[in-house]
C-alpha cells in the first residue's frame, strides 16, 4: 500500500513577510510625521491666537522625524542598503521641494496681491495717459500678439526651407552638415 504524503500550501507572499516595505509606508510615514508635529505644536499653541502656529516649523520638523523614522522602519525590515537608499531619497526630496519654495513663494504672492486686479478693465484698456492706480494691459496683450505673429511669419518659412533642404537635397553636403550641427545647437537653447 503506499501512503500519500500531504504538504502545506505555501503562505502567500506579501510585502510584509518578504522584507519590503508596502509602497504606501513612507507617505503614511510622512503623514503621521507632520500630524506628530501638528500636535506637538498645536499643545504648545494652547491659549496663544491661531495665528501664532508655526506652520513652517511644523512642516520642517515633521520632515526630519520622516527623514529619521523612514530610515530606522527601513532598516528594521529592508536592511541597511535599502534604508540608506530611502534615506538618500527623503533627503533629496525634501532638498528639492526646499528649491520650490521661493517659487511657490512668489506665485502665491503675486495671486493674492494681482487675483483682484484681473478683471475685465484690465484686459480691454489701455494704460496711454494713466496717472496712479488705473490702466489695463490690452497695449501689452496686443504688442505680444504682434510680435510673436511677425517671428512666426520669419522663422516658419525658414524653418520649412531649412528642413525641405536638408531632407531633399544637402543631407550628404558640407552645407547640410554645417546646417544640421546648428539646428541641432539651437536646439538644445532655450528661446
Do not use: C
Not at 4 to 15: G, L, V
Not at 18 to 23: A, C, D, S, Y
Not at 119 to 147: K, Q
Not at 150 to 161: Q, W, Y
Request: no cysteine; glycine share 8%.
Amino acid at each position: 500500500m503506499t501512503t500519500i504524503e500531504k504538504t502545506a500550501a505555501p503562505a502567500k507572499a506579501n510585502s510584509l513577510t518578504t522584507g519590503r516595505l508596502p509602497k504606501a509606508t513612507p507617505w503614511i510615514v510622512l503623514a503621521a510625521s507632520w500630524a506628530l508635529m501638528a500636535v506637538v505644536f498645536g499643545f504648545a499653541n494652547i491659549g496663544n491666537p491661531v495665528g501664532d502656529f508655526n506652520i513652517a516649523a511644523t512642516v520642517f520638523l515633521g520632515t526630519l522625524l520622516f527623514v529619521a523614522a523612514i530610515y530606522a522602519i527601513s532598516s528594521i525590515v529592508e536592511g541597511q542598503r535599502k534604508a540608506t537608499d530611502r534615506f538618500i531619497t527623503a533627503i533629496v526630496s525634501a532638498a528639492f521641494l526646499v528649491a520650490l519654495l521661493p517659487l511657490i513663494s512668489l506665485l502665491f504672492t503675486v495671486l493674492v496681491n494681482g487675483l483682484a486686479r484681473f478683471d475685465i478693465e484690465f484686459f480691454t484698456y489701455s494704460m496711454r495717459n494713466v496717472i496712479g492706480d488705473g490702466g489695463g494691459a490690452i497695449h501689452a496683450i496686443w504688442g505680444t500678439l504682434l510680435i510673436t505673429l511677425a517671428a512666426t511669419i520669419i522663422s516658419v518659412p525658414i524653418g520649412l526651407m531649412t528642413s525641405i533642404y536638408l531632407v531633399e537635397y544637402g543631407s550628404r553636403s558640407k552645407l547640410g552638415k554645417a546646417i544640421t550641427f546648428f539646428v541641432d545647437v539651437m536646439t538644445g537653447i532655450p528661446s
